[in-house]
Structures are given as structure tokens and as C-alpha cells.
């Protein structure tokens, strides 16, 4: 479930037949109110925190700071979609299981990958917090660069996927990764990709060279302008990855793919009573390759989904896992699909 409570460690849920026992810490306190779901809880920036005792545990000589520190790298920026959670869940659980069959490998019982898969479910939060506090830094490398000069970036892998963990105009090792080559050409936009959890990708345009990315699910696209302001960038990282650029003027707005020069709100009410959205999704219109589209309701339109002549299939696509009851609509514009 997405609205549910989630441990900040792991971003597991917390379940209500979690035991609560009495702190360890003396700053870390539990909430009595809540004792039955929360095992440990921490004040930090006026934020209640709450996580599971396994996780904390594995924090080695844990206290506020720390704990506060590790929590930010595991926040989410927004609530992900329950299919991404679910995608998330599946990433986890094919990595340990197969981290398992492979530590195990020098045994002669050692087990099939099936069976490794269904151990590999009892320790996803393990697995998660492990992994988060292997990778966390309480002084993560710098990121700053001159954008008329070449950028590398180093790259970290986190459940599954590739996050930005640092950029310069000097790599310090072989593994950084050149993402950007100057042409001579001014550069007017950055644009920055990632998720709900951290910067995927940083693309470099200039006036006469927009990027062309396709839509990725999951992946929002904002645009910096910084032509004539800044020579310069700097990222700031949650101790894993970098979460933005900063002292830039970026888009409020986020967009399924690097958004176009062309586009532009407009309000049917007043702009001042008008909250710009977080993200915003493109849908391609006018193209001979499509054939139809999807869409599908639920008290509001959910999503519309743009079928192409190529498909295997052409069938009314549904959000799964959203609701027991949405309705799908299905438009064709072509005969004799
Ligand atoms: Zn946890």
C-alpha cells in the first residue's frame, strides 16, 4: 500500500504485529500514541520518524544525528505509484536472491534460485537497510563544475537502479563517466532526470540542440535555465546521491520527458489562485503511428495510455493494483483493429 506507514531506514512497511519495546537511546523516544505501530521514533526537524528495531540495530553506535542523516538518503521526494512500489519490492528481492544463491554457491545443498527467491522475501528491509548504510557517507564527495568545461560523473547503483552520486571537472578515478563534452556552443538549459529518490541524469543543451529522451515511468524531467547566469554548478547529495542542483532557478513543474521551449501554462482561472503542478506527463498527439488510445477512469481521469501501430497487442491497457474499480475506456482511430 502506498499510503502505509513505512519504516525510514528501509522504506518498508511497518506492521501493526511489530512488538514495540523500549528505547535504547535516550534522545531516540517512542510515541506512545502510536506504540503499537512505531518501535523507535526520532525528532528531527520537527519531522516524527519512525523505523524498525531490526533496522536501527544495524546502525553501528546509532544516535540522532546519524539516524537523521541515513533517513534523508531514504526519503522519498513524493509518494511513488503503487506499481513502482511493486517494481521496487520485485528489483529487491531478484537482487538478494541472487546474492544468496551466490554467497552459497561453494555449498553442495545450496538451494535453487526459486527457493532463495521465497527466503530473499522474509529479508527485504534487512537487505534495503544493509545496502543503504554500506553506501551512505556523512561527507559524500563534492559535486561542483564549470558547464564550459568537460563533466564527468560517478555513478551508484541503488536496488536496481543508477543514481548520480557525483559530478567534476576532474574525475578522481577511472569509473566516472564523461556526461558532458563542450562543442563551443553556449549551453542555455539543464536538465535534470531522476526519480522520487535521487538524480538519474543530467543532460546539457544549447540553444540549437534540445535533447530528444523518450518517456521513461518513473522518471520526471526539470529544466535549469543558465544562460548568462551561471558558470557554474553544484549538486547537493543525501549522502548516496544527489538529490538537486542548487542555487540554480529551476522548473516547479516536472515533466515526463525534457519539456519543450514551446510549452506553456495556461489558466482558465486567475494565475494567482493557480498551484503550478509537480509533475506533469506528455501525450503525443497527431502522429500517423497511432492507432487508438486508452484511458482510464476512476472518480478523475487516472491515465491515458497512446497505442502505436507496432504494438503486439492492441487491448485496453489498466493500471494494475491502483483500484478494484476503475472503468477503461477505449478509443480506436483506426478501422479494422
Ligand atoms: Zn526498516
Known sequence: MANA??????????????????????????????????????????????????????IPRPNPQRLAGIAEAMKYEYIPSSRQMDIRH?????????????????????????????????????????????LWSPTPEPSCANISKPIWCKYVDLEGNKYIAAFSNDPSSDDWELIFQPSGELIVDIFVGGNHFGITKLLFSSSHNSPDVDEAEGIWWRKVHVEGRYSSIRGFSDGIKLRHLMNVDKDITAWSVPKSDNVRFEHLSPSFVTTLPARM???DCNCPAIVGYSILWECGLVTIHVHRIDEDRFESKRTQGESSSPVSILVILQTGL
Open 281 to 283: 506527463a506528455s501525450l
Open 5 to 58: 506507514q513505512r519504516c525510514c531506514l528501509c522504506q518498508f512497511e511497518i506492521s501493526r504485529e511489530d512488538v514495540v519495546t523500549e528505547s535504547k537511546y535516550g534522545s531516540l523516544r517512542n510515541s506512545p500514541s502510536y506504540s503499537y505501530l512505531y518501535l523507535y521514533t526520532v525528532w528531527e526537524y520537527s519531522f516524527l520518524r519512525s523505523c524498525h528495531r531490526h533496522c536501527l540495530d544495524m
Open 90 to 134: 520485485r528489483k529487491i528481492k531478484s537482487l538478494l536472491s541472487t546474492e544468496l544463491l551466490a554467497h552459497f554457491a561453494h555449498l553442495e545443498s545450496n538451494l535453487p534460485l526459486e527457493l532463495w527467491s521465497i527466503v530473499a522475501e522474509y529479508l527485504l528491509p534487512y537487505f534495503a537497510s544493509a545496502n543503504l548504510q554500506r
